[in-house]
């Protein structure tokens, strides 16, 4: 389905109990998963967990082993109604562009629209080109572009012929960091400006956090946890999926009368049962050091100054490794200074031990 004129016609995008299975290996295990129209959703994991299988199986490339792949709640995936790719109305941004060398920009992002007549080809191709920035380099050929302009070629192939759907694998991955900012917030607008339904595969958190409606974080073939940046940073349902978004300080201990003791201090254990062999993991931003005296007395071993915030490592008496803060100090403590260290109550996060 395409829209006729301006946005797309954003199309729902659901997987019913999909299993992929090649050969011995099980790359998607019962995923269920329902995206609605004019979503940007990003699938997000280690490498191996099946994010580009899912895509894949989108984009009508593969066909699952077992279950459904639906567009607009149509069944586009079984053996007697399956769509292939080119009448899906998906559009596909490769890891590599996959642009061709030989073709300009023009006549890449053309490519795209096969079966449209000449003339609105044509216009439809240099309207695309003109939307991601590239105008003046519309007669350029890929070898003269840099890795963001090729980006932004395929990401305008990719959106020329107003797709309902826009799978993205990886679309950031080759771009130095500085250029990646500025890639991702560019797409990030976009996608919310064509309007298509979209899904972002990436093993960057802060990929996921800045582009994404909604998260959905997977592991070894599959879904571990679906909520938005916010609802997953902030209340991770395991302690896999707090560690994807925060380096914190771990400590194991039992859980006693409801709590947990540690050096650090005494931290309510949650739904943990009594006994329980529990994690406490300290977010090194919701440290606050105060004046000597107060709080939990500690040392500053190491103090690096990383720009808007300094990173500091805390020595605390009976705690056999440091204890790592990342604080906006401005330069008020020193290394070798004695603190006091607040670490709020609700910042902390408890989970059973072993649940990695
Ligand atoms: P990456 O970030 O490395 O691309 P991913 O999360 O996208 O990883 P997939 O590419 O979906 O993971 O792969 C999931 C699993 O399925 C992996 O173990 C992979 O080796 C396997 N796999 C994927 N495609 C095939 C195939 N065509 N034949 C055999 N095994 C495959």
Redesign the pocket.
Known sequence: RRGTAGAAIPMALGFDQVT?R??D????SEVSLSIEPGEVVA?L????????????LAAGV?RPSSGRVLLEGSDVSSPQSFVEPEQRGVGLVF?DYALFPHLSVRENVRFGLRGYDETSAEATALRAIARVGLADLSEAYPHMLSGGEQQRVALARAIAPRPGVLLM??PFSNLDRRLRDVVRDETAALLKETGATSII?T?DPEDAMRIADRIVL?RA?RIVQVGTGEQLYRQPNSLFAARFFCDFTEIEGRVLRGAVDTPVGRFPAGDLGEGAQAVVCIRPQAIRLTPKGFCLPGRVVTRRFLGEVDHVLLAVSGFDRPLLARVSLTGSVREGDDVGIDIPTDEVLVFPAGDT
């Not at 290996?25 to 998607?28: C, E, G, K, S």
């Open positions: 992929q090649f050969g290996v099980t790359a998607l699938l994991g280690q490498s191996g967990c099946g994010k580009t299988t899912l895509l894949r593969e890891q694998d990886e595969v093993h997977m073939g």
